[in-house]
């Protein structure tokens, strides 16, 4: 879990079985909102970085997001 009490974010990771997880997040606005970015990017670089490669967001493609642009 993460989370950023000022601005009302949360962020928890559901699992789906031995092999699939979720991260879902909470928020006042919209998890893309422009005060909820650096708290969106943070959880997904912490799932992609200590859990598992993230391969879709939103069913997009991970790339299509900016924490993973470079990295094209």
Request: no cysteine; charged share 20%.
């Amino acid at each position: 879990m993460f989370q950023n009490a000022s601005i009302g974010f949360i962020s928890i990771i559901e699992f789906l079985g031995m092999r699939n997880a979720e991260l879902r997040i909470h928020t006042k606005e919209q998890a893309m909102s422009a005060v909820n970015y650096p708290a969106t990017y943070s959880s997904f670089r912490i799932v992609n970085d200590e859990l598992a490669e993230i391969e879709a967001i939103q069913g997009l493609p991970r790339d299509w997001y900016p924490p993973f642009r470079d990295r094209l």
